[in-house]
C-alpha cells in the first residue's frame, strides 16, 4: 500500500465494510472469549450499579460508559497485536486518560438531558406510553397516544443522530490517537458522516447480531454480542483511522489531525 497522509484521515471505506467489521469482532473474540464476556459482565454490572446511587447515579453511569469503552479497545487492540489479554487492558481508560473520556461522557449526559428536554416540551410522555402498554388499553386510544408521541420521538432521534456519530470514535481517538475531547467528537462526527453506507450496514448486522441475542433467557446473550460490537467498534476503527506503511507492515500509528 502507499502511505496515507494525516489528509487522509479519517478515510472512506466500501459500504461492505459494515459487515466485515462484525466478522472481525467475532474472530478476535474468539481469540479469548471467556475473559472478553467476564469483562463485560463485571464492567456493565459497575455501570449499573453507579446509575442506582440516588441522584446522581445516571450521571456517574453515563460519565463512566467511555471509560468501559475505551478498556475494551485497549483489550482488542492487544489481541490484536498477538499480545495476552491481562485484566489491566480493561483498566486503560482509568488509568490513562480518564478526564478527557469523561469529557466525552458528560456531553452524551448533557446532550441527552438536552434532547429529553425538547421532547418533553413536545409534549412527549414516556410514563402514559409505560402505562397504556401495561393497561392494554383500547387500541383506538393506544392509537392516539402514539399520534401525539410521535412528532418528538422523530425529533428526538433525528436529535441523536449527531450525538451519537460524535461520541461514537471518540474514546478509541482519545486513547489511542491522543486527540483532545473537542477535537475526538468533531473527527468523529465527520468519520461517520463520510462513511455512512458503511456504519448503516453496520448498524443493521449489528442490530441483528443483538436482537438475536436478547432471546437468549436472562440476557445472558449480550455477555457475547457486546463484545463482538466492541470488536466491531475496534476494526471499524481501524479501517478508518489506522495509518498503513507498506505491504509488509502492520497497522501503524494512530494519527489524528489536531
Not at 19 to 48: D, E, H, I, T
Amino acid at each position: 500500500m502507499t502511505p496515507a497522509s494525516n489528509q487522509d484521515i479519517p478515510r472512506k471505506v466500501a459500504a461492505s465494510q459494515g459487515f466485515q467489521w462484525v466478522a472481525a469482532g467475532f474472530r478476535l473474540y474468539r481469540k479469548n472469549p471467556l475473559l472478553l464476556s467476564a469483562a463485560f459482565g463485571v464492567l456493565f454490572g459497575v455501570v449499573m450499579a453507579l446509575g442506582l446511587i440516588p441522584v446522581v447515579g445516571g450521571s456517574l453511569s453515563e460519565l463512566a460508559s467511555p471509560l468501559m469503552v475505551a478498556g475494551f479497545m485497549a483489550a482488542y487492540r492487544a489481541l490484536d497485536e498477538g499480545n495476552e489479554l491481562e485484566l489491566p487492558n480493561f483498566l486503560a481508560g482509568v488509568q490513562g486518560p480518564a478526564i478527557p473520556l469523561m469529557t466525552v461522557g458528560a456531553v452524551q449526559l448533557i446532550g441527552t438531558l438536552l434532547i429529553g428536554q425538547v421532547m418533553l416540551g413536545m409534549g412527549f410522555d414516556p410514563q402514559a406510553l409505560m402505562t397504556a402498554a401495561q393497561t392494554q388499553k383500547d387500541p383506538v386510544e393506544m392509537q392516539a397516544i402514539l399520534n401525539q408521541a410521535m412528532p418528538a420521538v422523530l425529533t428526538g432521534l433525528v436529535l441523536f443522530t449527531p450525538l451519537i456519530m460524535a461520541t461514537w470514535f471518540a474514546p478509541a481517538l482519545i486513547l489511542f490517537g491522543g486527540a483532545r475531547p473537542a477535537t475526538a467528537l468533531g473527527v468523529s462526527l465527520k468519520a461517520v458522516a463520510k462513511n455512512w453506507a458503511a456504519m448503516l450496514v453496520n448498524g443493521l448486522t449489528l442490530g441483528a447480531v443483538l436482537f438475536l441475542a436478547a432471546l437468549v433467557p436472562m440476557l445472558l446473550g449480550l455477555l457475547v454480542a457486546m463484545p463482538i460490537l466492541f470488536g466491531s467498534l475496534y476494526a471499524s476503527y481501524q479501517a478508518i483511522f489506522a495509518v498503513w506503511t507498506d505491504d509488509n507492515a502492520s497497522a501503524g500509528e494512530n494519527v489524528v489531525p489536531l
